[in-house]
C-alpha cells in the first residue's frame, strides 16, 4: 500500500501508485517479506503511511540480490511522488535493461575546469563520459605529465574502484562534460555475476595496470635530455667528409628517435630545438639539423648520463663542466612546448 493510500488521499491515486504497488510486490519476490512487517494491520498501516520499510540489504534473502535492482525497487518504493518512477512504464524499461545486461546508474554534469577526482583519493567511483573532454594528468619527479585526454565513450577511475586503492592520476574537464556515474558496488555487483576465474583476472589485470600507470616515459615527464641526445649521436655517421659538420633532416630524425624511444616526435623535437639554441646543432634555413662537432656533443651525452645517474664525470675540463650544466639546465628547463625553426 502506497503511502497516499494508507492516509486515506483517495484523490491523489494515479499511476505512480500502480508504480508502488509494482514496486511492492518486486520487494515481497526479492527479500520473500512484505515491505512493512508490522504485528497488527493498524502498525502496518502506520508504516506505510510514513513509508518506513526496511532496506532489502538488510535482509539475508536479499544479499545476492543485484545492486541495480535494488534501485530499481526502492525508487519505485520512494514515499514522495517526485523521487519515484513517473510510470510503469519507465519502471519497466529499467528492469528490462537490467535483463539485457546494460548498466544503470544517474549521470553527473562537470563544468569546465571542475575536477572529476584528484591523485591519492579513495577510489569510490568511475566514470564514462557520456559528452564533453577530459584531462588526465600524473605529477612525477620530472613536473605533471598528461597522460592522455578522453571523450565520449571513454572510462576513467574504474582501476581504483576494482583494486581498492587511492587515485593514481587527476582527472579535469577540459570543458562542460557530462558522465555516467559506475559506484563501486555498481562495478563489484558486476564482477560477482561473472565466473570466478573471469572476475580474478579483471582484478590481476586492473593491479598490473596500476604498477604500469606509475612509471611514467621520463620524457613524458621532461626529466632528462639524455634519451634524445644519445639517440640523436647514434644517429649521426662514424666519420663525415664535410668539415662543417653533418645535417640531418629534422622531420625523419624526430620521427626515428621517437620510434626508438616509443614516444612521439611531438616529444623529441622540443629537445632538439632546445638543442639548437645551446650551440651544440644549429637548426639550417632548409630545416635540417647541423651538428658540427660530433666529438662535444658525444661528451655532452655522456655528462647527461652522469647527471642521469648521479655519478661524477672525472677528467672533464671545470670550463667545460661549466658549460654543460649550463645547457643542461637550459634543456630541462626550455625542452617543452618548442617547435623547430630556422631562427633556433
Known amino acids: 500500500m502506497a503511502p ?67 534501485r530499481i525497487t526502492l525508487k519505485a518504493l520512494a514515499a514522495r511522488k517526485d523521487q519515484r518512477y513517473a510510470s510503469v512504464t519507465e519502471l519497466a524499461a529499467d528492469i528490462d535493461s537490467v535483463l539485457s545486461g546494460r548498466v544503470l546508474s544517474v549521470r553527473r554534469r562537470f563544468a569546465a575546469g571542475e575536477s572529476l577526482m584528484r591523485a591519492g583519493e579513495p ?71 561473472t565466473p570466478p576465474w573471469l572476475g580474478k583476472t579483471v582484478t590481476a589485470l586492473a593491479r598490473r595496470l596500476r604498477e604500469i600507470d606509475r612509471l611514467v616515459h621520463p620524457l613524458l615527464a621532461g626529466a632528462s635530455p639524455y634519451h634524445v641526445l644519445g639517440q640523436l649521436s647514434l644517429l649521426l655517421p662514424p666519420r663525415t667528409p664535410d668539415p662543417a659538420g653533418t645535417t640531418l633532416d629534422w622531420a625523419s630524425t624526430a620521427a626515428t628517435i621517437g620510434l626508438n624511444l616509443g614516444v612521439s616526435p611531438a616529444h623529441v623535437e622540443p629537445v ?9 646543432a644549429s637548426c639550417q634555413p632548409d630545416g635540417r639539423l647541423l651538428v658540427a662537432d660530433r666529438a662535444r656533443l658525444e661528451r655532452f651525452v655522456e655528462f647527461c648520463r652522469h647527471v642521469l645517474t648521479g655519478d661524477d664525470l ?30 633556433s
Open 4 to 70: 497516499e493510500q494508507a492516509e486515506g488521499h483517495a484523490g491523489q491515486l494515479d499511476r505512480q501508485t500502480d508504480v508502488f504497488l509494482i514496486g511492492a510486490t518486486l520487494y515481497h519476490i526479492l527479500t520473500l517479506a512484505p515491505p512493512y512487517a508490522a504485528e497488527d494491520p493498524e502498525a502496518a498501516l502506520a508504516l506505510a503511511a510514513a513509508g518506513r520499510l526496511a532496506a532489502p540489504e538488510s535482509l539475508h534473502e536479499c544479499a545476492d540480490v543485484p545492486e541495480e535492482l535494488r
Open 123 to 193: 577510489g569510490q567511483e568511475a566514470y564514462v563520459i557520456m559528452c564533453g573532454r577530459v584531462e588526465v594528468v600524473q605529477d612525477s619527479a620530472g613536473g605533471t605529465v598528461r597522460l592522455g585526454i578522453l571523450g565520449p565513450g571513454d572510462i576513467v577511475g574504474e582501476i581504483a574502484i576494482i583494486t581498492h586503492k587511492e587515485r593514481s592520476a587527476t582527472v579535469t574537464a577540459l570543458e562542460d562534460t557530462e558522465a555516467l556515474v559506475i559506484t563501486e558496488a555498481l562495478m563489484q555487483d558486476a564482477l560477482r555475476k
Open 272 to 280: 632538439l630545438c632546445a638543442l639548437a639554441d645551446s650551440g651544440l
Open 314 to 343: 672525472a677528467g672533464l675540463p671545470d670550463h667545460e663542466r661549466a658549460e654543460f650544466e649550463r645547457i643542461h639546465d637550459t634543456l630541462a628547463r626550455q625542452g617543452a612546448g618548442r617547435t623547430p625553426s630556422a631562427a
